[in-house]
DNA sequence: CTTCTCTGACTTTTT
DNA sequence: GTCAGAGAAG
């Protein structure tokens, strides 16, 4: 029986990737070509028929939303739970593994996890201390972040250095960071994958230890690991039973250490691999595939793949040029009302997509001006909102005191009167003594230099935190509230802050605490739930695992997609047409490119040529529209709408969600200033006046 | 220590 | 044009 649940409804290449189980595989999955399915039915072939325990099939993803797909997916085909498998992504594999093991590299298991920003403020402290111009500390975070994703160590990076020139300065800085990484017992990001290597590598015993428990390798988007990664990869799968599932064509993040050579160069570090590849492609129509594989044949270094679908040709891609963004935009909203007016599509079938978050803004505004629902799926998560880490990193230093950009983050937030000074005397102390700063607070507090009202200060900080680290606390939210309330954090707090706050213990009930603390280090949790109903605009980055029946890439002009910055590096255009490769193969059934003339970037209007990518589509396959006015005559305004008199996207009688009050209908809406003013009736709670831009609203 | 004003940077961002 | 962050003033 299992067999043919298995096999069904499969085309010979998936059932080939599926049944192939022994020795190296590299599945080359096209866009749309069911490579999750490939993975899932994979697993679930290996435990049935195979007998592979579950747990005993090491699956990495690059994503928390992959990853937890994959276990439903799997766990509804064999049946058995999957929390106890080791499907997860890289960085929480690797926590996992770190977490038994890491005292092998002298480590605590208890290490905290720091994220970007608590890396920022690490590397900005650094570069203070070491009297390096502060401001270029984003760019020394990210060259770390490469040396460490390329396992190059401090020491060896600075052997490399000539001694004078700025790698010299950076080789030091790195250096120290690693030293404070580890004085803190904290691990980045990167981190967590370099030192699961290095662990592997310098204790042989361990390593086989998890070769044995490991017999079998699975792989999602393999074109996005780093070296370090593949690296892990090469070392852990012993047996060589590893399957990779990947495509070369989508790899678009290079700039986070991504490389794409370990998927062209799989065959050599596994010379008896099979490839297999997935061509037969069941989202786009033939028109789309065609259209995006003239763009992406140019790339020079790929493995060639032809998509194909037995979907037909669909509606030709259509391409529009037109005068200036705000066109671009109106025409896209305007596009989009007619279709949804003609009854087959619903407003969540669309999205729109862009090179840079800049673009959206142009794009917002034609939607609402439309009253076309719509959401913004955007970078900045719920988990880097002040109030979320300045509470995260309580938890964190109660956790592991030795944390000090933690301590750092939060001795004054809430304000209690430590300021720059006296930070800076704990810092000498903690220097002077080599310990951490709260262990030198409390020796601070045993000596009698320093003034009493200080000392009142600091004595009720490590109260505070002494008193959390000891309670036995049942769950994290229980932990959360016990800091909530010994900090005094909400006290007058902004409305939004405190809901947040709300939001975040809510989350933790029922957590076991560390879970909690590695979860919210490890798991984004943009919590960008697809909403209901509604148009989603995204980057080009954030489209990629997606697919909708209707698809705009703006944009598609000289200096935006390709971006100036990548012109004139070849390696970094080949990621351009990727990126527009990607964009492009979202689309199910309509796809339509769109361009400016003239783009207002930052303060001054440019003229835009359109993109070099274009050229290479097959004009057979579209609707080629140019809606650019040649001489500069006086354009009769289309829209004779003054802006303010824009439509809100609030109207009376529409039903919207409020994070706290649940869903009410809007009884009066009016503009004041910049500010939509609304009247809401919640049942059960009452009439509330709301800004709409304040009240974190969402319009259903 | 907090608040205001000025400067300058300005892709993309799975963890 | 906008925002965050640094520095100056309160």
Not at 101 to 118: N, R, T, V
Not at 587 to 610: G, H, M, N, W
Request: proline share 4%.
């Amino acid at each position: 029986m299992a067999k043919d649940v298995l096999l069904e409804e499969l085309n010979p290449q998936q059932k080939e990737a599926i049944l192939y189980s022994k020795g190296p595989l590299l599945v080359l999955a096209g866009a749309g070509s069911g490579k999750t399915r490939v993975i899932t039915h994979k697993f679930a072939y290996l435990t049935k028929k195979k007998k592979y325990h579950p747990s005993s099939i090491f699956t990495v993803t690059f994503t928390n939303k992959a990853a937890n797909e994959m276990k439903e997916r799997i766990a509804r085909f064999v049946g058995s739970d999957m929390r106890q498998s080791w499907i997860g992504t890289f960085h929480s594999q690797c926590n996992k593994i770190l977490r038994r093991e890491i005292k092998a590299l002298g480590y605590k298991p208890d290490f905290s996890i720091y994220d970007d920003d608590d890396q920022c403020n690490l590397i900005r402290h650094i570069l203070k201390e070491l009297k390096i111009y502060e401001a270029l500390y984003k760019g020394v975070a990210s060259r770390i972040s490469i040396l460490k994703a390329s396992l190059i160590s401090p020491e060896e990076f600075l052997s490399q250095g000539d001694g004078f020139s700025f790698d010299e300065k950076l080789g030091r800085v790195y250096l120290k960071y690693q030293d404070e990484l580890k004085r803190c017992n904290a691990l980045d990001f990167d981190d967590l994958i370099m030192l699961t290597v290095r662990l592997f590598e310098e204790n042989p015993k361990l390593l086989s230890k998890y070769q044995e428990m490991f017999p079998y390798i699975l792989v999602d988007e393999f074109q996005d690991t780093n070296h370090a990664q593949y690296r892990l990869l090469q070392l852990m799968a012993r047996h060589k039973n590893i399957c990779a599932v990947g495509d070369d064509d989508q790899s678009i993040y290079k700039f986070r250490g991504a490389d794409v050579s370990n998927i062209l160069n799989f065959e050599k570090d596994f010379p008896d691999a099979m490839i297999i590849k997935l061509e037969q492609n069941y989202r786009s129509t033939q028109n789309i595939l065609d259209v995006s594989g003239a763009v992406i044949a140019k790339n020079p270094q790929r493995k060639p793949k032809k998509l194909w679908t037995e979907k037909g040709c669909g509606e030709k891609v259509i391409y529009c040029r037109l005068n200036t963004e705000e066109e671009e935009a109106r025409y896209i909203a305007r596009n989009i009302k007619d279709l949804y007016l003609k009854g087959n599509y619903e407003y969540s079938h669309f999205a729109i997509l862009y090179r840079i978050n800049l673009q959206a803004r142009a794009i917002e505004d034609a939607l609402r001006e439309e009253v076309i629902p719509y959401h913004v799926i955007s970078g900045v998560s719920f988990y880097h909102r002040r109030e979320i880490k300045d509470i995260i990193s309580y938890m964190k230093l109660a956790l592991n005191t030795d944390d000090n950009v933690s301590l750092r983050r939060i001795i004054n937030s809430p304000p209690r009167g430590i300021g720059a000074s006296t930070l800076s005397k704990i810092e000498h102390e903690a220097k002077k003594n080599s310990v951490s700063l709260f262990a030198a607070i409390k020796l601070m507090l045993k000596s009698n230099n320093i003034t009493s009202s200080i000392k009142d200060k600091i004595s009720e900080f490590v109260k505070i935190i002494e008193k959390i680290s000891s309670t036995h606390h049942k769950t994290a939210a229980d932990m959360l509230k016990d800091i909530v309330e010994k900090t005094g954090y909400i006290e007058d707090i902004e409305e939004e802050r405190l809901q947040n706050i709300l939001e975040l213990v809510s989350s933790a009930e029922n957590i076991p605490i560390k879970d909690f603390a590695d979860r919210v280090a490890l798991v984004s949790t943009t919590d960008d739930e697809p909403k209901k109903a509604s148009v989603s605009l995204m980057t080009l980055h954030s489209a990629k695992g997606l697919e909708f029946p209707v698809v705009f890439v703006t944009g598609v002009e000289e200096g935006i997609l390709p971006y100036f910055k990548a012109i004139d590096d070849a390696s970094e255009m080949q990621e351009e047409r990727r990126l527009f490769y990607v964009g492009m193969t979202r689309a199910k059934d309509i796809l339509c490119l769109t361009a400016a003339k003239k783009r207002r970037l930052y303060s001054k209007v440019q003229e835009q040529e359109p993109s070099r990518f274009l050229q290479d589509i097959p004009k057979e396959c579209c609707n080629w529209i140019e809606k650019v006015q040649q001489k500069t005559e006086v354009i009769p305004e289309p829209a004779k709408l003054p802006p303010k008199k824009r439509a809100s996207a609030y109207t009376v009688g529409c039903r919207v969600k409020h994070p706290a009050w649940g869903i009410g209908v809007v009884r009066d809406c009016c503009e004041e200033g910049s500010n939509t003013k609304l009247t809401v009736n919640f049942p059960g709670i009452g009439i509330k006046r709301l800004v709409a831009k304040y009240a974190n609203l969402e319009r259903i």
